[in-house]
């Protein structure tokens, strides 16, 4: 069971590349979120799904896009890369609320992303 | 919209010390509440929650929080520091059936002196 797993792990672009970060998970969990962690700001929410083929904006989506293809799948876009995207991304998922209280949302172990 | 507050970003505490990290939560409906830790270069790990019932919990590695609803406040504590401790601590708050998703603070940096 290897959770939840990012590819890549470290990435250097130029500004105005593209570039796609992919987050899987084996725990058949209907939730996933993409996070960026930025220092003294925490993690932020850019998009999340609630399952297969749906996608939602969180709280800072503007230059980004994702895709929910397959259910363990989660993908994040970066069209045209800019140095304010440079981050931390997290990529986390948890089971569908509907039948408990709360579901724990677990994390991947990150992409650190530099744009020149 | 709910939001949380973290006061300090650096805390640090000797080895054996009682460790106290502050989190206030704004919220109009009665909120989930969190703790989590990220130690370096790693993923963030759940170390405890409030949900429903019980308003002292219990977490991972000694760690534990208690809801004050008339505070507004989730304070994290553990009765005495160990080297292992030190890490970034992030309190998150979530609202019941909004999809789990999580508003995170800024997070708390907790250095163990020896």
């Known amino acids: 069971n290897a959770g939840v797993t990012q590819t890549p792990k470290f990435r250097v672009l130029k500004t105005g590349q593209s570039m796609t970060l992919l987050c899987a998970q084996d725990?058949?969990?209907?939730?996933m979120y993409w996070y960026r962690q930025d220092p003294g700001m925490g993690l932020r929410l850019i998009h999340y799904?609630?399952?297969?083929?749906?996608?939602a904006k969180g709280e800072v989506p503007d230059g980004y896009n994702v895709s929910r293809l397959k259910k363990q799948n989660f993908l994040l876009g970066l069209e045209s890369a800019a140095p304010s995207q440079t981050s931390v991304y997290f990529c986390?998922?948890?089971?569908?609320?509907?039948?408990?209280?709360?579901?724990?949302?677990?994390f991947g172990p990150g992409t650190r992303l530099t744009v020149l | 919209a709910q939001s949380v507050t973290q006061l300090g970003s650096h805390v640090s505490v000797s080895e054996g010390a009682l460790v106290l990290l502050r989190c206030n939560y704004s919220?109009?409906?009665?909120?989930?509440l969190f703790w989590y830790v990220q130690y370096p270069n790693q993923g963030l790990q759940l170390l405890l929650k409030?949900?429903?019932?019980?308003?002292l919990v219990k977490g991972i590695n000694g760690f534990e929080a208690e809801f004050k609803k008339s505070e507004t406040s989730f304070h994290l504590t553990k009765p005495s520091a160990h080297m292992s401790d030190a890490a970034e601590y992030f309190c998150?708050?979530?609202?019941?059936?909004?999809?789990?998703?999580?508003?995170f603070g800024t997070g708390t940096r907790l250095t163990i002196i020896p």
């Open positions: 799904s609630v399952g297969e083929g749906t996608t």
């Open positions: 986390a998922s948890s089971a569908s609320g509907r039948a408990v209280v709360y579901n724990e949302q677990f």
């Open positions: 998150a708050v979530s609202v019941p059936f909004g999809n789990e998703k999580l508003t």
């Open positions: 409030y949900t429903t019932g019980a308003t």
């Open positions: 725990m058949n969990h209907e939730y």
């Open positions: 919220s109009s409906v009665p909120p989930y």
